[in-house]
T-cell receptor, first 113, second 111 residues
Framework: QQKVQQSPESLTVSEGAMASLNCTFS??????FRWYRQHSAKGLEVLVS????GEKEEGRFTAHLNRANLHVSLHIREPQPSDSAVYLC?????????????FGQGTKLSIKP | EAAVTQSPRNKVAVTGGKVTLSCNQT?????MYWYRQDTGHGLRLIHY???????EKGDIPDGYKASRPSQENFSLILELATPSQTSVYFC??????????FGKGTRLTVV
């Protein structure tokens, strides 16, 4: 069974500094990876989806995937207080059913003004 | 814009009672999913569906049934609700390599 672990559990970063979140997974045949943001008591907002090794940028959000190291990260450039939320890493192994996701436990990010 | 709508948004149920959570999507996606979210576990897949009439077990199906009567609608059914099923439930829809869209969640409390 695929295991997805996120670190750190919580992170506080000053406004404008780079925020970096990590996610490790156990199955190297996984083929798609997503980062979601969840504001308190709200739904999930997809930030970046990445399907091959390397980097994928969506605005201020950049994902880095290294399948050999079983690692995917999310970097948030110039974070703002409105970016304070829980960030969830999700991994899928199925090309035809990519909603079958295994989630990490989340990283709670706080941005200090 | 892609939309997944869940109802109710909040529900209090009694132990042993029947609970039905409903989900509607206007994305014309074949695949729909039910997840639950608990502190320390992230989101976990309960049931999913490939289309009308189909339901499949996810990773934690025990105590839950699902029903997909049409392309648009997917329900999660708790025949005999227990306090351990107190959680936040999310419905989602997706298709192939396209994005997966989530509803806003249903907070269920079983007392």
């Amino acid at each position: 069974q695929q295991k997805v672990q996120q670190s750190p559990e919580s992170l506080t970063v000053s406004e404008g500094a780079m925020a970096s979140l990590n996610c490790t997974f156990s199955d190297g045949t996984s083929n798609n990876f997503r980062w979601y943001r969840q504001h308190s008591a709200k739904g999930l907002e997809v930030l970046v989806s990445i399907f091959s090794d390397g980097e994928k940028e969506e605005g201020r959000f950049t994902a880095h995937l290294n399948r050999a190291n079983l690692h995917v990260s999310l970097h948030i450039r110039e974070p703002q207080p409105s970016d304070s939320a829980v960030y969830l890493c999700a991994v899928s192994m199925m090309n035809y059913n990519q909603g079958k996701l295994i989630f990490g436990q989340g990283t709670k990010l706080s941005i200090k003004p | 814009e892609a939309a997944v709508t869940q109802s109710p948004r909040n529900k209090v149920a009694v132990t042993g009672g029947k609970v039905t959570l409903s989900c509607n999507q206007t994305n014309n996606h074949n695949n729909m999913y039910w997840y639950r979210q608990d502190t320390g576990h992230g989101l976990r897949l309960i049931h999913y569906s490939y289309g009308a009439g189909s339901t499949e077990k996810g990773d934690i199906p025990d105590g839950y049934k699902a029903s997909r009567p049409s392309q648009e609608n997917f329900s999660l059914i708790l025949e005999l609700a227990t306090p351990s099923q107190t959680s936040v439930y999310f419905c989602a829809s997706g298709e192939g390599r396209a994005e997966v869209f989530f509803g806003k969640g249903t907070r269920l409390t079983v007392v």
